[in-house]
């Protein structure tokens, strides 16, 4: 039994060439092909929905493909705090450069990068491919499959949702409908003596994901722990091919 545990450490040690940031449940996004829609929940409320562009490619995680993965992922790392709306980035650097939405002739990752890391077996490549949720100039055709892989949203939408997302936030991307889910509530709060209503603002401690809002996570009774285990494994099992393949 413990040789077993150490040989399945040994494997989720061999596939993250990257630090896994913790999972945190209280924050969850529901990403729909068929709807072109982000919705974002906290503590299983809806916050906000938002127009997106999933990957004019289809859907999948080969590598060269250009497709965006399904499954569930989390958000592993988040670029460009504080940066102009419109900034253009290359390479995860900004360039300096601004662009207005719709600017003719560009398409560069602008305003904001979500960097996801799959949980799955079926999505195991999705951080090394550097699949983000992003700004896009390409405004106009936000709504439809338009990206090479990535979720691109407006630029002042992935700004706003930067904000409101945190790092080892849950992401899903579904090929359905966005599911049904409640509308959080808005609560009173004192400020400087004024009852002010602050809206998207939840109650603490933080709750797990719920069952109602979200679709069932493969196989139904996996846990977080048990899909991360189950992508970096088939990591391994990829990482393991390419290396027979080079020997031959």
């Excluded at 499959?145 to 630029?155: D, V």
């Excluded at 679709?215 to 027979?244: H, W, Y």
Aim: with cysteine.
């Amino acid at each position: 039994m413990l040789r077993a545990l150490a040989v399945i450490f040994g494997l989720i040690s061999a596939a993250s060439a990257y630090a896994i940031a913790p999972l945190d449940t209280s924050s969850q996004l529901v990403i729909s092909v068929r709807d072109q829609k982000l919705m974002l929940l906290r503590n299983g409320e809806k916050v906000a929905i938002y127009p997106i562009s999933t990957s004019m490619f289809g859907l999948g995680d080969a590598w060269g493909r250009m497709t965006t993965p399904l499954g569930w992922l989390a958000v592993e790392k988040k670029i460009g705090d504080n940066v102009p709306v419109g900034a253009v980035f290359h390479n995860r650097r900004l360039t300096g450069e601004v662009l207005q939405p719709n600017a003719p002739g560009r398409d560069p990752i602008t305003t904001r990068i979500i960097w996801l890391r799959g949980l799955e077996a079926q999505n195991a490549h999705a951080f090394q491919r550097c699949i983000y949720i992003h700004g896009t100039p390409e405004e106009n055709k936000i709504g439809r499959p338009a990206s090479y892989g990535c979720i691109r949203m407006k630029s002042k939408d992935v700004a706003e949702l930067y904000a409101q997302v945190p790092v080892g936030a849950m992401v899903q991307i579904i090929p359905d409908r966005l599911p049904k889910a409640e509308k959080a509530k808005p609560r009173q709060e004192m400020s400087g003596g004024v009852v002010a209503v602050a809206a998207n603002v939840t109650p603490e401690p933080p709750q797990q994901i719920s069952a109602t809002t979200l679709a069932t996570p493969p196989s139904g009774s996996l846990s977080v722990e048990q899909m991360r285990m189950a992508g970096a494994l088939a990591g391994a099992r990829q990482k393991a091919k390419l290396a027979s393949n080079k020997r031959w």
